[in-house]
């Protein structure tokens, strides 16, 4: 089983609408992360957390909130989706020790 | 501000043919350096790390040495397969830091 899951896989909406993507870890993990990719441009921070109480804000929080339910739980919610949040969106976790990062699979997201 | 700047792909090339993709960095302080290999559909893996100057990172053939006299980190392997196509990123994370710098991912074609 992977050890980080992402939900939905793939997902299209359309501008306006409210949608949140899910985020699973089995790593025993406290911290975990939020990224976008676009093409030409590699992964952006949205939001990390690292633990259950402290939630911050990344390089491109605007138009993005989370919410950390569990140690193993990080939700990703786009409260009024637009097109330019069309992206691939991955979330990492990693231990306070070594800092190394694990990627999910990612999720797809399409804006009309 | 820290950065990671890679070649430009996508990279083609035949079996059994030598592979480096160029990545250079700037960084204040000691930076950790990373490759990750992204195959299609599926998240980043962690290909291999160096810590401190001088340090080479080694997996499945792929190596890169932290050349820190000129804030390089290429890698290279000496025989791919086709089997190695994916979009690899250079990385580095800041010196004492959770934060992880990404650069735009280099996709490798290997033909059979």
């Known amino acids: 089983d992977a050890d980080v899951t992402q939900t939905p896989r793939n997902r299209i909406t359309k501008t306006g609408k409210r949608i949140m993507l899910e985020c699973s870890q089995t790593?025993?993990?406290?911290?975990m992360y939020w990224y976008r990719q676009d093409p030409g441009l590699g992964l952006r921070l949205i939001y990390y957390?690292?633990?259950?109480?402290?939630?911050n804000k990344g390089e491109i929080s605007d138009g993005y909130s989370v919410s950390r339910q569990a140690q193993a739980k990080f939700s990703l919610s786009l409260e009024s989706a637009i097109p330019n949040q069309t992206a691939l969106y991955f979330c990492?976790?990693?231990?306070?020790?070594?800092?190394?990062?694990?990627f999910g699979p990612g999720t797809r997201l399409t804006v009309t | 501000g820290d950065s990671v700047t890679q070649m430009e792909g996508p990279v083609t090339l035949s079996e059994e043919a030598f592979l480096t993709i160029n990545c250079t960095y700037t960084?204040?302080?000691?930076?950790?350096l990373f490759w990750y290999v992204q195959y299609p559909g599926e998240g980043l893996q962690l290909l291999l790390k160096?810590?401190?100057?001088?340090d080479k990172g080694s997996n499945k053939g792929f190596e890169a040495t932290y050349r820190k006299e000129t804030t390089s980190f290429h890698l290279e392997k000496g025989s791919v397969q086709v089997s190695d196509s994916a979009v690899y990123f250079c990385?580095?994370?800041?010196?004492?830091?959770?934060?992880?710098?990404f650069g735009t991912g280099t996709r490798l074609k290997v033909l059979a």
């Open positions: 990492a976790t990693s231990d306070a020790a070594s800092y190394e990062q694990y």
């Open positions: 790593k025993g993990h406290d911290r």
């Open positions: 957390s690292f633990d259950v109480k402290d939630i």
């Open positions: 960084a204040t302080g000691y930076p950790s």
């Open positions: 160096a810590t401190k100057a001088d």
């Open positions: 990385a580095l994370r800041v010196a004492g830091t959770y934060k992880y710098i």
